[in-house]
């Protein structure tokens, strides 16, 4: 099993910065993959980005391309992602997932994921 829990949610005004935490722990399974997903209300899960468990390659979504950064700290078993230049549009709810079992960036690949932590952008 693995467990995944998210923080570092908050209210921010545009233009501000979140960093977000995705704290990981399995027992007797390797984590490959670790992912970012976003929901806002009445929209569909959206890929954010995601990175290999020992940081050898990562990508994002369009719409965060030179705004947000995803990294891991596989000592200790986190996963990050730094939110800069934040837009309204960015309000949703953040959730951390691993461990896809075909393309990354399809939300219905994954078979962990955390509980959410909720972002909310101010303009």
């Known amino acids: 099993q693995v467990t995944l829990v998210e923080s570092g949610g908050g209210l921010v005004q545009a233009g501000g910065s979140l960093r977000l935490s995705c704290a990981a722990s399995?027992?007797?399974?390797?984590?490959?993959?670790v992912s970012w997903f976003r929901q806002a209300p009445g929209e569909e899960r959206e890929f954010v980005a995601a990175?290999?468990?020992?940081?050898?390659?990562?990508n994002y979504a369009d719409s965060v391309k030179g705004r947000f950064s995803i990294s891991v700290d596989s000592a200790k078993n986190m996963a990050l992602l730094e939110m800069n230049n934040l837009k309204p549009e960015d309000t949703a709810v953040y959730y951390c997932?691993?461990?896809?079992?075909?393309?990354?960036?399809?939300?219905?690949?994954?078979?962990?994921w955390g509980q959410g932590t909720q972002v909310t952008v101010s303009s």
């Open positions: 997932a691993a461990d896809p079992r075909g393309a990354y960036t399809d939300s219905q690949s994954y078979t962990y």
């Open positions: 399995a027992r007797s399974f390797r984590v490959y993959v």
């Open positions: 990175i290999t468990w020992f940081g050898s390659g990562s």
